[in-house]
């Protein structure tokens, strides 16, 4: 079973190591990530060809699981109306998110005319690694233009955003992550706040004024004022508020509009609208004859 | 031949660990192969293969967490390294043996890391624990216990050991 060898040099080189790396780490930690996570562009293309592999068998594998043990046709139907109900949902929050900016924008005379988001179309091929993160894994990386604090959303609403990219994949930190933050807002009252994942899976609308006349079921969506996010996109909605006497915030537990479990494809946003219409007005302001 | 199997290793943890693994989490807990893998390395090929072998599969599967790269390369690397050395002083390893010290050195990993996450409370660091790192290491070394006795049934296991 055992074999009696001990290489003491090997012992020796080991614990070197070790130290080196403690003491690299200690004294450069953001430059020894940095170089490491630079390095790690490459080796995300080789692992990338195993991990597609696979996430195309396990896909397929659901696809002909879902197609064969479930009623094909009611199945299928089902899932198309559930996708035009999804679509439908977005629409119908964009469109009365629209027309409460339209009613304020009316009264003002530099109305700039909306751009769309650019988007890029990711599959989900992975979750996180680790248990601690709440985290998925895109299809798509640096390659295709993806950078970190990127928005990931689905029709239905918002997914999470990017915090880590290699070559050929990137990592989504999910909107139900308790390190994750997005500046929210509630549809009805326009009462702003921030919103973060709670350790149970759900997430959390904090900081909201106290003389705020949120309720349950009230709609949050991106506030559009920091991030990657543009304004409007839908969060999840209210089902709890919490009120502490004292207290100078009232915070709301929100149920997320998007499964974030069955999560399969999702659209990452590359220039938000807030950007385009940004850098529109920059080049206004530039085209502008100085008085 | 070690370098492709090591490779082949490294290549095959990751759509394993992230892809396949979620379907056959219980509680939305899986495994962490990278640190089972890393410790049946060091204790089968000595500590300075167990910390190699580790920091790479550390750095390669935090290339796909949100977690910070630090942490993953030094529990992997550390859990290999000392793999190798108590594998050294025990004579007679059993599964059983095996799948108790992955559990101590997974929960000793976990609480380091539960204790690193910032912005927790105490009670929030406490349901961390209870629900992700201990349910994580009884998987570990249940893993690490199966994997350990399917090999010893199939190949003639040897290890490095002192005198």
């Known amino acids: 079973m055992a074999h009696s060898s001990s290489p003491y040099g090997a012992r020796r080189i080991a614990l070197a190591c070790f130290a080196f790396l403690l003491v690299a780490l200690f004294l450069f930690p953001s ?35 879902e197609r064969y043990v479930a009623l094909q046709g009611v199945r299928e139907e089902n899932q198309q109306l559930r996708k035009e109900i999804e679509w439908l949902r977005g629409q119908h929050s964009q469109l009365r998110e ?27 091929i992975g979750r996180d690694a680790t248990n601690r993160y709440r985290a998925i894994i895109l299809n798509k990386g640096e390659s295709d233009g993806i950078k970190p604090d990127m928005g ?5 609403g918002v997914v999470g955003r990017i915090v880590k990219t290699t070559g050929a994949s990137s990592v989504v930190l999910l909107v139900t992550d308790p390190n994750n933050a997005i500046a929210g807002l509630i549809q009805r009252t326009r009462d702003e706040g921030i919103v973060q994942g709670t350790q149970q899976g759900l997430a959390q609308l904090k900081y909201i004024p106290l003389l705020s006349t949120l309720r349950d079921g009230d709609r949050v969506v991106t506030s559009g004022l920091i991030g990657d996010f543009p304004r409007g996109l839908v969060i999840g909605t209210i089902t709890r508020i919490d009120k502490e ?9 929100i ?37 | 031949m070690k ?51 580790g920091l790479v599969i550390g750095w390669v599967l935090s290339l796909f967490s ?10 992997n690397g550390g859990v290999g390294l000392l793999a190798g050395f108590l594998g050294k002083q025990v004579s007679q390893l059993t599964s059983i043996s095996l799948g108790v010290g992955i559990l101590l050195v997974s929960l000793a990993t976990g609480l380091f890391a539960a204790m ?12 961390m624990v209870q629900s992700i790192v201990f349910p994580q290491a009884c998987f570990d070394g249940a893993v690490g216990a199966g994997f350990y006795w399917l090999l010893s049934r199939r190949f003639a296991l040897t290890r490095l050991r002192t005198e």
């Open chain 1, 255 to 291: 149920m997320p509009e998007v499964d974030i479990g069955r999560v399969e494809e999702v659209l990452v946003i590359q220039t938000s609208y807030g950007q385009s219409t940004k850098a529109g007005m920059e080049t206004d302001l530039r085209e502008k004859p100085a008085p």
């Open chain 2, 66 to 75: 949100a977690g910070e790269l630090w942490l993953i390369l030094l529990t």
């Open chain 1, 245 to 253: 006497e004292g207290a100078l915030f009232q915070s709301a537990e």
């Open chain 2, 116 to 127: 690193t996450f910032k912005g927790l409370d105490m009670s929030q660091t406490w349901w």
């Open chain 1, 98 to 124: 629209s027309a409460a900016a339209t009613e304020r924008l009316t009264s003002l005379l530099h109305f700039k005319e909306q751009a769309l988001p650019t988007m890029i179309a990711a599959q989900v």
């Open chain 1, 152 to 156: 990931v959303v689905t029709p239905a």
């Open chain 1, 31 to 65: 430059q020894i990530q940095g170089l490491l996570q630079y390095l790690g562009g490459p080796i995300g293309y080789a692992v990338g060809v195993p991990l597609e592999a696979i996430a195309s068998i396990d896909a397929g594998i659901a696809d002909r699981w």
């Open chain 2, 3 to 53: 370098f492709i199997f090591y490779v082949s290793l490294v290549l095959l943890l990751v759509p394993l660990q992230t892809t396949l693994l979620p379907h056959l989490s219980v509680w939305n807990i899986k495994p962490d192969l990278g640190l089972v893998a890393a410790a049946l390395v060091g204790l089968f090929a000595g500590e300075l293969e167990g910390l190699l072998v």
